[in-house]
Nanobody, 127 residues
Framework: QVQLVESGGGLVQAGDSARLSCAIS????????MAWFRQAPGKDRDFVDF???????????VYSDSVKGRFTISLDNSRKMVYLQMNALKPEDTAKYYC?????????????????WGRGTQVTVSS
């Protein structure tokens, strides 16, 4: 099990950029897949949407179609951090963003593939 703490959310304007951070602690995580999901306003947390994922070993990434080309997920192994760089933000990106970790993830876009979750950080994009 790993512990995850997100930060970096806030209120931004459409077209702006923001970076979310996820601090990781706990068991060795070099075999984990790390991901960001988001919960849109009015949507139940059980139905969070996949945003991006990255394998700690090798660094391969995958993105949802809605953020591809605008968001970038990355790792800092020495600092034990995962980042989500968000550019060209749109009002529809408004959501609570969650960091998640999973072992032996074969379907990285599925919420059920991840065992450990942070508490989330709110991002609000004004038009």
């Amino acid at each position: 099990q790993v512990q995850l703490v997100e930060s970096g959310g806030g209120l931004v304007q459409a077209g702006d950029s923001a970076r979310l951070s996820c601090a990781i602690s706990g068991r060795p995580f070099n075999m984990y897949t790390m991901a960001w999901f988001r919960q849109a306003p009015g949507k139940d947390r059980d139905f969070v949407d996949f945003v991006a994922a990255i394998k700690w070993s090798g660094g391969s990434t995958v993105y949802s179609d809605s953020v591809k080309g605008r968001f970038t997920i990355s790792l800092d192994n020495s600092r034990k951090m995962v980042y989500l760089q968000m550019n060209a933000l749109k009002p529809e990106d408004t959501a609570k963003y969650y960091c998640a970790a999973g072992l032996e993830v074969t379907r990285p876009k599925l919420r059920s593939a991840y065992d450990d979750w942070g508490r989330g950080t709110q991002v609000t994009v004004s038009s």
